[in-house]
Structures are given as C-alpha cells and as structure tokens.
Nanobody, 115 residues
Framework: QVQFVESGGGLVQAGGSLRLSCVSS????????IGWYRRTPGRQREFVAA???????TFVEVVKDRFTISRDNAKNTAYLQMNSLKPEDTAIYYC?????????WGQGTQVTVSS
C-alpha cells in the first residue's frame, strides 16, 4: 500500500501563506493522481484539491483562486500552496491518491489560521 507523509503545516495569521508537502512511496507516482484532503474536529475528511498525472488540477470551490497544487515527479512529492488563508482553513491536511484515496493515510499536518 502506498504511504504518504505530509509536512509544512503551522500557525499563521489570516491572510498569510503556507506550502504543504506530500511525499509518496508509490513507484508509479508520476502517473498517479494525488489529492489533498482536510479534516476539522467533528467533521469528516473533505476533498480540497487534486492533480492528475497530466497536471490537470481541480479544487473545491472555497479554496479556488487561493490554493494551487503542483508536483515534482523526480521527488515523488506533491505540494499545496495556500495563500490568503482564512480561519476556516484551520484543519489537519492529508494527502492520498485520487480519485480513489486507497493509499495509507499519514498523520497529516496541522494548519492553524488565527484571526
């Protein structure tokens, strides 16, 4: 099972930026779709953004125009650049395969946005 390790979270003020990283153990990373997901207390994990092996990207509406997703296949790494952060973006962020998140979920990385 493919494993993922997320990093790059932290505490930031509203309007600030963070870049999250996702390292995959998958041997077919360059053709795999990768998704970013997030979870807040009391809520289910939700989709945030995804990038295909062909670099097509999709975003949930609430982060569109603020977040970008990219990948570096040589490093088996995907990134989530988050700009103009809002307090409602506070969550634990995870990455996994997309469209079917059938990899092993990592610990995630905590993002906290203060108002």
């Amino acid at each position: 099972q493919v494993q993922f390790v997320e990093s790059g979270g932290g505490l930031v003020q509203a309007g600030g930026s963070l870049r999250l990283s996702c390292v995959s153990s998958g041997s077919m990373f360059s053709i795999d779709g990768i998704g970013w997901y997030r979870r807040t207390p009391g809520r289910q994990r939700e989709f945030v953004a995804a990038i295909t092996g062909s670099n097509w990207t999709t975003f949930v509406e609430v982060v569109k125009d603020r977040f970008t997703i990219s990948r570096d296949n040589a490093k088996n790494t995907a990134y989530l650049q988050m700009n103009s952060l809002k307090p409602e973006d506070t969550a634990i962020y995870y990455c996994n395969s997309r469209p079917l998140p059938d990899g092993s979920w990592g610990q995630g990385t905590q993002v906290t946005v203060s108002s």
